[in-house]
């Protein structure tokens, strides 16, 4: 039998400061059997493997735990520093890495100087668009591929709304239309509520996770439409006949919610976003990248 010196789990201690109980002798004799002796010590991957969470981690994680369920809100300030340290029995650069950890998640924004300290953030879907967009740019993703996505998505979204959702989902949409219908000659403002359209539908489909995805995109795909409007060289009755033509499809798509038409209204958008397809990626260019226009 061989002896061995074993660490203390940070997460027990942690759970002890915040309780008050003592920490105990950190360091404890600990028989290990043959078989668990015989693999080499300071193999990497089995170092790797039983990692202990850092202190600062364990310190974020009850504070994101917080967030999450709510008992911290969106505009909350989380106590001052030294309250935090006494709370978790921790130093202060402790406490300081904790904070940064949760700045560099979104969940907290830290303001410096007299007035400072750290205010909370909920989770919102900016941070997910953010993270997509650069994910997506740095894999090279073409707008052609983002877009092949939108295509598979908003099809079964509409079948959605219009088997769960139509009596809520027809007067919101057909507003949209008329909105859009009054600015039809405002290629940047049409271009804009087409986009609001698309995502009302989706949000209306009531699955949150496909609204989160959703969300996600929506920032890439609304400034390459923007970008596709910015090179429009197609002569304007030909962009408004194309236009007014899209949006007879979106009121024949709502038309098809009202009857509760699941597989009528799957069929026409898809066929709808397909044309429509057709129409912006050859004015942005499907083998495009996909690019973060800040």
């Known amino acids: 039998m061989t002896v061995c010196k074993?660490?203390?789990?940070?997460?027990?201690?942690?759970?002890r400061a915040v309780s008050g109980q003592k920490a105990p002798n950190p360091i404890k004799e600990l028989n290990l059997s043959n078989a668990f002796v015989a693999i080499p010590v300071g193999n990497r991957s089995n170092a790797a493997a039983?990692?202990?969470?850092?202190?600062?981690?364990?310190?974020?994680?009850?504070?994101?735990?917080?967030?999450?369920?709510?008992?911290?809100?969106?505009?909350?300030?989380?106590?001052?520093?030294s309250h935090l340290i006494a709370e978790f029995e921790v130093s202060r650069p402790t406490i300081r890495e904790a904070v940064r950890i949760l700045e560099s998640e979104g969940l907290v924004t830290v303001a410096r100087g007299a007035r400072g300290g750290a205010r909370v953030s909920s989770p919102n879907y900016v941070m997910i668009e953010r993270a997509a967009g650069i994910t997506l740019q740095a894999t090279g993703v073409t707008i052609g591929?983002?877009?092949?996505?939108?295509?598979?998505?908003?099809?079964?979204?509409?079948?959605?709304?219009?088997?769960?959702?139509s009596e809520k989902?027809?007067?919101?949409?057909?507003?949209?239309?008329?909105?859009?219908?009054?600015?039809i000659k405002?290629?940047?403002?049409?271009?804009?509520?087409?986009?609001e359209f698309h995502r009302a539908m989706i949000d209306?489909?009531?699955?949150?996770?496909?609204?989160?995805?959703?969300?996600?995109?929506s920032g890439?795909?609304?400034?390459?439409?923007?970008?596709?409007?910015?090179?429009n060289s197609v002569d304007p009755e030909i962009s408004?006949?194309?236009?007014?033509?899209?949006?007879?499809?979106?009121?024949?798509?709502?038309?098809?919610?009202?009857?509760?038409?699941?597989?009528?209204?799957?069929?026409?958008?898809?066929?709808?976003?397909?044309?429509?397809?057709?129409?912006?990626l050859a004015q942005v260019g499907p083998n495009s990248v996909v690019d973060l226009i800040d």
């Open 220 to 231: 890439l795909v609304n400034e390459h439409l923007n970008l596709a409007q910015r090179r």
């Open 204 to 217: 209306l489909a009531g699955n949150k996770t496909l609204i989160m995805f959703s969300h996600a995109l």
């Open 6 to 15: 074993r660490r203390v789990d940070p997460a027990k201690l942690a759970r």
């Open 145 to 165: 591929d983002l877009y092949e996505m939108r295509t598979l998505i908003e099809p079964p979204a509409a079948r959605l709304v219009a088997e769960r959702n």
């Open 186 to 195: 405002d290629r940047f403002a049409i271009t804009s509520m087409i986009a």
């Open 240 to 280: 408004l006949k194309q236009l007014r033509f899209g949006l007879k499809s979106h009121t024949k798509l709502v038309d098809l919610i009202e009857a509760r038409d699941g597989a009528g209204a799957e069929e026409h958008w898809k066929a709808h976003m397909v044309a429509a397809g057709k129409v912006w």
């Open 50 to 81: 039983v990692r202990v969470p850092k202190t600062a981690e364990l310190v974020a994680k009850q504070i994101r735990n917080a967030i999450i369920r709510g008992e911290l809100v969106d505009g909350d300030t989380l106590p001052a520093e």
């Open 169 to 183: 989902a027809v007067p919101i949409l057909r507003a949209m239309i008329e909105g859009e219908m009054s600015h």
